[in-house]
């Protein structure tokens, strides 16, 4: 039963995908220029602030090591917190016609968060202890993270097209509510990412940060 539903379920994914792949080229292509940008930035900013972010990052390393017990719970709602917010703005954003700059422009920004974050951990850790670091901290949460924001970007980019194409009111009805209960679907996803960041890549990175 477990196996026919989801075999059913990655199904209906690859069928979703296949209908959109040009839209998801599109939002992915967005997110990869997001995620250069970000490179980009760490590499040419001036001493002085690669300064200040090496001090934030070793002020991190140094208290995750010396932290012994991890408010789990608080880290789990602040997760939860920020995913559910990021997924209800840009589920707002792609309902209207006028904001799917907007969807885009966030999806650029999270490419250029993560991008940021590679370089600096690369930059300041080297390149061996630099990519092991992203791969533990980054790589569970982001297998999740990033096809769901990227799923809600397609959403919300298709619903845009509909309205464009179909003035019918009872028409453009429906597809905002498929783009609200896709919407919701991939909030529940963001929450699982939430649930992985917090007790499977923290107790990752908790049990081996001694070696960076």
């Given at each position: 039963m477990k196996k026919n539903k989801r075999a059913k379920s990655l199904e209906m994914i690859k069928e979703h995908v296949s209908n959109?792949?040009?839209e998801y080229i599109l939002v992915s292509l967005l997110f990869i220029i997001g995620i250069f940008l970000?490179?980009?930035?760490?590499?040419?900013?001036?001493e002085d602030q690669k300064t200040e972010i090496t001090g934030y990052f070793?002020?991190?390393?140094?208290k995750m090591k010396n932290t012994q017990d991890l408010d789990y719970m608080e880290l789990l709602k602040a997760s939860i917190g920020q995913n559910?917010?990021?997924?209800?703005?840009?589920?707002?954003?792609?309902?209207?016609?006028?904001?799917?700059p907007v969807v885009f422009g966030l999806v650029i920004y999270r490419g250029f968060c993560l991008g940021y974050t590679i370089a600096v951990c690369v930059t300041i850790m080297g390149l061996p202890q630099?990519?092991?670091f992203v791969l533990i901290l980054l790589l569970l949460q982001n297998i999740l993270w990033i096809p769901a924001i990227l799923?809600?970007?397609v959403s919300g980019f298709k619903l845009y097209k509909s309205i464009i194409k179909d003035r019918n009111k009872e028409n453009v009805k429906i597809e905002v509510i498929r783009h609200t209960v896709f919407s919701?679907?991939?909030?529940?996803?963001?929450?699982?990412?939430?649930?992985?960041?917090?007790?499977?890549?923290?107790n990752i990175l908790k049990g081996l940060i001694k070696y960076f």
């Open positions: 959109n792949k040009k970000g490179v980009l930035f760490i590499n040419h900013v001036q070793n002020t991190f390393i140094e559910i917010l990021l997924a209800i703005v840009l589920w707002f954003f792609g309902t209207t016609v006028i904001g799917i630099g990519i092991w799923a809600l970007a919701f679907i991939m909030i529940l996803v963001l929450v699982m990412s939430s649930v992985i960041e917090t007790f499977l890549s923290t």
